[in-house]
């Protein structure tokens, strides 16, 4: 069965750090598009960051300079590593992944994604 599992989420202050990470284990798309998108109450499910087949990387303005994504191909994981947290990161943050190599820019959605994890929650306190 085609399974993504998030882990890492937490509460945390504002400017605090906390890292994410995705089992891929039973996910045998690995070198194709994946990302992370998260969810507040009340919002949109959003792009937070992704990879491509390539290893190109695209960030959400919001998020750029502080979040860090990666593929770690030896423990088959999509990691998020975030710092400097603010209040307006809180949501519900998912692991998703497409078959294609390309990775539509994070601002563009959901779209195409058809693998999702159940989540990880992320609350941070100002």
């Known amino acids: 069965q085609v399974q993504l599992v998030e882990s890492g989420g937490g509460s945390v202050q504002a400017g605090g750090s906390l890292r994410l990470s995705c089992d891929a284990s039973k996910y045998p798309y690995t070198t194709y598009c994946m990302g992370w998108f998260r969810q507040a109450p009340g919002k949109e499910r959003e792009g937070v960051a992704t990879?491509?087949?390539?290893?190109?990387?695209s960030y959400a303005d919001s998020v750029k300079g502080r979040f860090t994504v990666s593929k770690d191909n030896a423990k088959n994981t999509l990691d998020l590593q975030m710092n400097s947290l603010k209040s307006e990161d809180t949501a519900m943050y998912y692991c998703?992944?497409?078959?294609?190599?390309?990775?539509?820019?994070?601002?563009?959605?959901?779209?195409?994604?058809?693998?999702w994890g159940q989540g990880t929650q992320v609350t941070v306190s100002s």
């Open positions: 990879t491509n087949g390539g290893g190109i990387t």
């Open positions: 998703a992944g497409k078959t294609t190599w390309y990775c539509p820019q994070p601002g563009a959605g959901v779209r195409g994604y058809n693998y």
